[in-house]
Structures are given as structure tokens and as C-alpha cells.
């Protein structure tokens, strides 16, 4: 780990706290959601399975919702269909004991997206944005044990392994180890711990409101650490240090240096170019249509079996077609609110093209 690189990220994030947990981005909102749920979830009045999710998690649809994914909403509607099962998913399998076995905890966490998948496949079998994902799986754990969980999500997470130079990879799909991420988490949990006027300044804000949890792990501060330094821009805010030259000067060794130097920038450059673009890609990791039944004019009805970020293959009654999701080919197949997806895909493209191209000058000029 990076330390100075993690302390300047912690500072930039102490920088902008009032404006962070004030009215402009409201991240407090966590605080009162964990509230709310361990309030509202280990009470043992509610009639029904239905009714003590709905209380429980009424303040944190926007931590696991999105404009493209409703997983909150899924459960809602699912409990209509097979309550008990969905009950038993998340109270005998997400939160089933684990006694800290990360390995069997993220066993736990995939044979809970499985079912939820598979309810959701034959309920709802076009509800595409009705999928569960590792995100919500974690934020629910982090709400219903906070102490012992942090909340993950693919981009941000990535961005801090990338950046805060842990030396290992978390991975991602089925390569993704839980127990990486929660090593790089409770890495940052200890560089927090060593700003006590950072802390001090953040448990001022949540005793200062009634409805937040002084959640005292700072695990959830952790997770808005990672967070909030992506969706904030706090990585472009970090210099880019030359290394030192070497002190020989001799004409030949002096034009060797002016051209590297160049070529030193030119890499910092295109380096930077490269990391506000990556910066503004659309986050697609949440979008998954794998199962989900789509309609084509010319193949009629079918269901998609794989999807590769822009590319799906789909099966249609005695065909199997591949199409790219981008706006230029009209002839892809549709499924519900398929708009905001193509346009995603689209966008996503645009930026990963531009990406390439620079990566190829990058290669070039040996960086």
C-alpha cells in the first residue's frame, strides 16, 4: 500500500466533508440507512418477511439502486410471488454463520445471487433490471453486520487497488476474492485510524444528526472513502512525481535526457488523458442481461445467453444470433427499458475506442 498516496486521498476527503455529507451530495445518507436497518431489522414485531425488508431498507434503495438497476424494488416484488424463499435467501443463506471464513462467506454471497437469480428468471424473465449483483449483496451484509463487512463495488474498488498500489488484486467475476478486498478495506480502516482529527470531524457530523449510526469500525467510512474518491474525482487531484534525472552531464548525455524528458511528458500526457477517460466511462459493470428474454423483429422471441459488455448472443427458436448493442445498429434485438442500456453501450464505446487509440501511442513511445 501506497501510504502517501492513501493520506492525500483521506485529506481530500476531510477537504471536502461539509459539502460531501451536506445537502450537495448528502453521502450521510449511509449512516442513516445503516440507522434505519439495524433498527428496523432485528425487531421481531413485523407480520411478515415483506414488511421488515420494506422498513428495514427504506433509507438505502439509492445505496444498491440505480436508474438502470432495481434490485430493492426485485425483492419487493419477488416476496408477491415466493416470500418464504426469498426469506430463506437472505436469513438462512446471505446471512448464514460464517464464524470470519471469508471464502465460505462469499460462497454464501454467490449461492445468494443464484437464487435470487432464479426467482427472478421465473417471475420476472424480462426484468432485466431486477438482477442482484455483488454490490447489493455486500451492502446488505454491511447493513445487517457492519462490523464484520464492508460494502463492494466493482469500479470503485478497482480504482483504489489501482491507485493506492496494494500490491494484489481483488479480481473481478469469477476471479474476485472477498477476502483481498476486505484486506485492501481494513488497510484503509488502519490509515484512518491515524488521522484522529479527521475522525473527530466525522463523528461531530453523524452525532450531529439523531437518524445516523456512529458506526465506530469505520468500515462504512472506508467503503464512502473508496466511493467517494472516484465519483469525486479525488484521483486526478494526485501529481504525477518525474522520476529524478541522473546527475552526469555530458552533451550526449544531456540530449539523451531533453529527449527522454520529452518523451517523459509526452508519456504523462497521454497517461493522464488516458485515466480522465477511463474516469468517465460509463459504469456498465451493474448491467447484466444474461437470461433475459428479448423480442426481434426478424427472429421473434428469444433469451440472451451471453453477454460480453456491448455484445450479447442471443437464442431464438432454431437460431443463435450475435448483435452489438451500440445505436448504430438498429437491427439488435429489444427488451424492457432497453433505451438507457443501448445508450450506455454506445457511449461506452465511443470512450473505449479513444482509449485504444491512445494506449497504442502509449505503447509506441515505450510507456
Not at 225 to 252: D, F, H, M, Q
Not at 319 to 328: G, M, N, Y
Amino acid at each position: 500500500m501506497n501510504a502517501a498516496i492513501l493520506g492525500e486521498l483521506i485529506h481530500l476527503y476531510e477537504e471536502n466533508m461539509d459539502t460531501l455529507y451536506g445537502g450537495a451530495h448528502n453521502e450521510i445518507f449511509k449512516w442513516r440507512a445503516l440507522k434505519t436497518f439495524q433498527r428496523e431489522w432485528f425487531r421481531n414485531d413485523y407480520p411478515d418477511f415483506a414488511s421488515r425488508f420494506n422498513a428495514a431498507t427504506k433509507d438505502f434503495s439509492v445505496l444498491i439502486d440505480n436508474s438502470r438497476m432495481h434490485p430493492r424494488n426485485a425483492v419487493v416484488k419477488l416476496c408477491e410471488k415466493d416470500s418464504a424463499e426469498v426469506e430463506h435467501l437472505f436469513c438462512d443463506v446471505l446471512f448464514a454463520e460464517d464464524h470470519g471464513d471469508l471464502k465460505l462467506r462469499q460462497e454464501h454471497m454467490d449461492q445468494f445471487l443464484d437464487g435470487m437469480e432464479r426467482l427472478r428468471i421465473a417471475y420476472y424473465p424480462g426484468s432485466w433490471s431486477f438482477k442482484h449483483d455483488r454490490h447489493a449483496a455486500s451492502a446488505y451484509l454491511a447493513m445487517y453486520a457492519p462490523e464484520d463487512n464492508y460494502i463492494y463495488k466493482y469500479s470503485e474498488a478497482a480504482q483504489m487497488v489501482a491507485y493506492g498500489e496494494y500490491g494484489f488484486d481483488i479480481g473481478s467475476g469469477g476471479s474476485f476474492d472477498l477476502s483481498k478486498y476486505y484486506q485492501m478495506c481494513d488497510e484503509i480502516v488502519d490509515q484512518l485510524k491515524a488521522h484522529p482529527e479527521f475522525l473527530r470531524k466525522h463523528f461531530d457530523k453523524l452525532r450531529s444528526d439523531d437518524h445516523c449510526a456512529e458506526e465506530r469500525s469505520l468500515h462504512l467510512l472506508a467503503f464512502d472513502l473508496i466511493y467517494c474518491c472516484r465519483t469525486y474525482g479525488y484521483y486526478k487531484e494526485i501529481p504525477y512525481v518525474p522520476k529524478a534525472k541522473s546527475p552526469k552531464r555530458t552533451k550526449v548525455i544531456e540530449r539523451q535526457e531533453a529527449d527522454a524528458a520529452i518523451r517523459q511528458a509526452r508519456i504523462a500526457d497521454i497517461t493522464a488523458q488516458i485515466k480522465d477517460l477511463r474516469a468517465s466511462l460509463p459504469d456498465v459493470s451493474d448491467i447484466s442481461l444474461v437470461n433475459v428474454a428479448v423480442t426481434s423483429r426478424l427472429y421473434g422471441g428469444g433469451m440472451v445467453t451471453e453477454h460480453n459488455l456491448n455484445t450479447i448472443r442471443v437464442r431464438f427458436p432454431g437460431a443463435t444470433k450475435t448483435f452489438i448493442l451500440d445505436a448504430k445498429f438498429p437491427q439488435r434485438p429489444t427488451f424492457e427499458n432497453d433505451a438507457d442500456v443501448v445508450a450506455a453501450y454506445t457511449e461506452y464505446t465511443s470512450i473505449s475506442g479513444k482509449i485504444e487509440k491512445l494506449e497504442k501511442q502509449l505503447k509506441q513511445l515505450g510507456g
